[in-house]
T-cell receptor
Framework: DAGVTQSPTHLIKTRGQQVTLRCSPKSGHDTVSWYQQALGQGPQFIFQYYEEEERQRGNFPDRFSGHQFPNYSSELNVNALLLGDSALYLC??????????????FGPGTRLTVL | DAKTTQPTSMDCAEGRAANLPCNHSTISGNEYVYWYRQIHSQGPQYIIHGLKNNETNEMASLIITEDRKSSTLILPHATLRDTAVYYCIVRANNDMRFGAGTRLTVKP
């Protein structure tokens, strides 16, 4: 049973470019959440997708957008990259939107470096 | 913002119990206490969660005070592979707010 997978593992972009990160949830999971983790800090919630819709959003600008596909996989898009967007981007999957007693399983992350 | 307070770092001797405290004095009645850990450059790993009662699984035990304002994660026999950053999180939905966590170092 595959866990949460993310691609690519590492990515280098320049300021102003756009990037797309991908996530496949754990088998049986239908909800995907995205987090940004800057060096030395805890993960920060970006947004969450369920039934192909954005359901919750953290304090991130509109440059951060996403999509969920019918097979529950998800993409995170970041436009007009800034140096400060350099971080580890984590995807987590879970089952359903029921209140917080179902654990989220995290992928290994995508390390984005913006030059 | 994170709703929890944890010590920045802790040390533990290999083979001894590691007790990691967490304060969550503003926790609401419907919020669960979750613990995750993150080994360097990997995604966070789920450890345990609870609402009111103490919980135990194969990895750890979670002790929640009666007033639910604090909790302690116990690793009964710490090994070198338990060296990681441990995050205590309170949540009522799928939006998890991580703080800075506790960096636990298990020493030989």
């Amino acid at each position: 049973d595959a866990g949460v997978t993310q691609s690519p593992t590492h990515l280098i972009k320049t300021r102003g470019q756009q990037v797309t990160l991908r996530c496949s949830p754990k088998s049986g999971h239908d909800t995907v959440s995205w987090y940004q983790q800057a060096l030395g800090q805890g993960p920060q919630f970006i947004f969450q997708y369920y039934e192909e819709e954005e359901r919750q959003r953290g304090n991130f600008p509109d440059r951060f957008s996403g999509h969920q596909f019918p097979n529950y996989s998800s993409e995170l898009n970041v436009n007009a990259l800034l140096l400060g967007d350099s971080a580890l981007y984590l995807c987590a999957s879970s089952w359903g939107l029921v209140a917080g007693y179902n654990e989220q399983f995290f992928g290994p992350g995508t390390r984005l470096t913006v030059l | 913002d994170a709703k929890t307070t944890q010590p920045t770092s802790m040390d533990c001797a290999e083979g001894r119990a590691a007790n990691l405290p967490c304060n969550h004095s503003t926790i609401s009645g419907n919020e669960y206490v979750y613990w995750y850990r993150q080994i360097h450059s990997q995604g966070p790993q789920y450890i345990i969660h609870g609402l009111k009662n103490n919980e135990t699984n194969e990895m750890a035990s979670l002790i929640i005070t009666e007033d639910r304002k604090s909790s302690t994660l116990i690793l009964p026999h710490a090994t070198l592979r338990d060296t990681a950053v441990y995050y205590c999180i309170v949540r009522a939905n799928n939006d998890m707010r991580f703080g800075a966590g506790t960096r636990l170092t298990v020493k030989p």
